[in-house]
């Protein structure tokens, strides 16, 4: 029977093609969509990126909690509140103190998203010169990326400005360095503080204020602009594949089931008449799901080789269209591919089952019945009384 399978598969490999070409599409979504959800879901913890450098970074308190009569509530404050000066003072006394600020720079010719900050605080993400000097005058600034060159004059909501040096872009902002006198005439109100000085002098120093942070390590992303963006864009990014890979899996699971029902349909005059050159129902069953399997196998491979060409293309598209933070890429995960391989051949067999049973119940009467009828879809070329002769010799 294994033998007349293939002989079946290479003769009639027309009629497979479009089970194939479903199958294989189906398993390749679905890996794409299982590859796309297991990076989203274990993706890298995000590291600092504004104080990369920083020794320490002091933040006022950034939350505001109020006493109801179902318990408190904790809410997030749109900006951090200031630290206070004795608190700044203290500080001082221990090492330097850099005043950070930041807001919103627009330039003619420029990024919509500019940042403005002091020079002094660049050496905490940190910012490279890569031509030209710092800033030295009120009028004076240094740009990153390469928008523009030392030397040229910008009109923004500030005032005319010259370009005097650019530092190379870190990916994260769009930056525009005034000198710290400019910056802080600019943005008078200063949010956080970076303190070079031993971290448990600092976090002894600012003991007892309510709600300011002493932050080092990994916490100093916490002083970076909207630190929980990216845990936010991969709870959307898995909402997305999640619901993406559950359709792909059901509209998969639809259209193989009805492509080998259809194929196995327009078989009924080739199963008549092995019927009649002697072929039981059960071997006409057995050939049906051996094809499937063979078809199946082969398929759901392509499919995984399919869906690992398609999903860093998928993961440039979700970056590209900021539905995912910059650096989410697809991770080497193997598990989303065995799922999908052992799901289209379950597929494939599950979708055969019922179409094998009704292949097995064609009677030889439907071939003697059809013989005298053309060749439709899916017929095969040889004369009825050929086709008897050869599957008769196969079948024994």
Request: hydrophobic share 45%.
């Amino acid at each position: 029977m294994l033998s007349t399978t293939l002989g079946t598969l290479r003769t009639r490999w027309v009629t497979f093609v479009g089970s194939f070409v479903a199958l294989s599409l189906g398993v390749a979504l679905i890996a794409v969509m299982g590859q796309a959800l297991a990076s989203s879901m274990d993706a890298p913890d995000r590291g600092p990126e504004r104080f990369a450098a920083a020794p320490v970074v002091v933040k006022g308190q950034d939350t505001l909690e109020v006493p109801t009569s179902i318990g408190d509530r904790t809410q997030k404050l749109a900006q951090p509140r200031a630290v206070l000066n004795d608190v700044v003072v203290k500080l001082r006394d221990l090492g330097t103190v850099v005043e950070d600020r930041s807001f919103a720079v627009r330039a003619e010719g420029g990024p919509a998203d500019l940042v403005g900050h002091p020079w002094s605080t660049a050496a905490f993400a940190p910012y490279e010169l890569y031509a030209g000097r710092a800033p030295e005058a009120a009028d004076e600034v240094v740009v990153s990326g390469d928008w523009a060159r030392p030397g040229a004059r910008v009109r923004t909501d500030g005032g005319t400005v010259r370009v005097v040096g650019t530092v190379g872009g870190l990916g994260f902002e769009n930056a525009v360095f005034y000198t710290d006198a400019r910056a802080a005439e600019l943005s008078p109100r200063s949010l956080q503080l970076v303190v070079d000085a031993d971290a448990a002098a600092v976090r002894e120093a600012v003991r007892g204020n309510e709600g300011v942070q002493a932050l080092t390590g990994n916490a100093r992303r916490y002083a970076d602009p909207d630190p929980d963006r990216d845990s936010e864009a991969l709870t959307a990014m898995n909402a997305v594949f999640g619901t993406a890979g559950g359709v792909t899996g059901f509209v998969s699971v639809l259209v193989v089931a009805s492509t080998f029902a259809f194929a196995v349909a327009q078989r009924r005059r080739e199963f008549g008449l092995l019927r009649t050159a002697g072929a039981t129902p059960g071997q006409i069953r057995r050939m049906v799901v051996y094809e499937a399997l063979v078809v199946g196998v082969l398929a759901s491979a392509a499919g995984c080789v399919l869906g690992s060409y398609g999903a860093p293309k998928l993961a440039e598209w979700a970056v590209d269209e900021s539905l995912a933070p910059r650096w989410f890429t697809m991770g080497a995960y193997t598990w989303p591919y065995h799922m999908a391989f052992w799901t289209g051949l379950f597929v494939a067999l599950c979708g055969v089952l019922a179409a094998s049973w009704r292949a097995g119940r064609t009677g030889p009467s439907e071939a003697l019945r059809e013989a005298s009828l053309p060749r439709g879809v899916g017929d095969s070329d040889l004369p009825p009384r050929e086709f008897i002769i050869q599957m008769k010799s196969r079948t024994g």
